[in-house]
């Protein structure tokens, strides 16, 4: 269930639109509870291009004994019902559905949430937390903040942030749970969602993702890292080094595919530094041009 890669023009577009659209609720599905917004209350090329977009770069997804073409967005999907773009009320394309995103045990981390943190109690764990830590603290972590993979927070809690400017991304449900049973957590901004999914309208200063988190973004999406940074924003990402096999697909029996710190620059026109962090590659930038994925396809 992904998202095909879309220029960051539209995908701003698709925020925006959804942002100020009227949604209403389908009472008469309540069993399949959703929402719908109308043609005739939209500016029509706008509802026109949202569908267009909806179909070029969504996805498949049953509902019923139907396929749909989806998009995601956020936690939310999104589709119409399949018929030509035309405006006609019988035979045309007058309505846009969404549906909030429900993947509370969907995730492969979602199996393993509840005894996550017990796995890294050891030493060596305890020393890389300080040297993460430690490598987060060179950045300017006071103005908007995003991190991508933020799990049950154990990274975030050791950290000084500005809560009101933070937000916290994970696909895992259970493992946002655990986040915001941690006390000094429990009032950040989080959504339960991808990086390839995820659409803000703002952009941050910095952007982080630890512990290999950066390893499960698929490439072509750090094509984006750029748009949503701000001039002079920086970001340090953690990817799984070649020769470490994560402790984690251990501990869940579930080996994930993931991608290396190599497949990261093949995508995101910005220069960095590379170092090493025990069986972490760190990637290290800060935006000091106006690039633009536009610029860079």
Known sequence: MDNKFMPFEDWQFCNEYIWKSRWIFAKTMADNPHFYTLRKDSVDD?????????????FRMKYGRSWYICLRVN???YWTMGCPIHNCPKTGTILINRKECKLAGEHSYDDIAEDYESAFTEDIFADEDVQTADLISRHNTSGRTLEIGCGSGMVTRNLIFNHDRYVGIDPSANMLEKFHAVPQLADLKTVNTDFESFADGDRFNFVFATYGAASYVR????????DILER???FLLMF???????VTHIYSGSEMPYFSATEFTAYCDISVKKSRAGNYVVIEGVKNENLSSEKRL
Not at 49 to 58: A, D, N, P, Q, S
């Open 232 to 234: 002079g924003g920086s």
């Open 46 to 58: 706008e509802f026109v291009r949202f569908v267009l977009l909806i179909r070029k770069y969504g």
């Open 219 to 226: 490439p072509e999406f750090w094509n984006r890292l750029p």
């Open 240 to 246: 799984y080094a070649d020769d470490y096999v994560p």
């Open 75 to 77: 936690d939310w999907y």
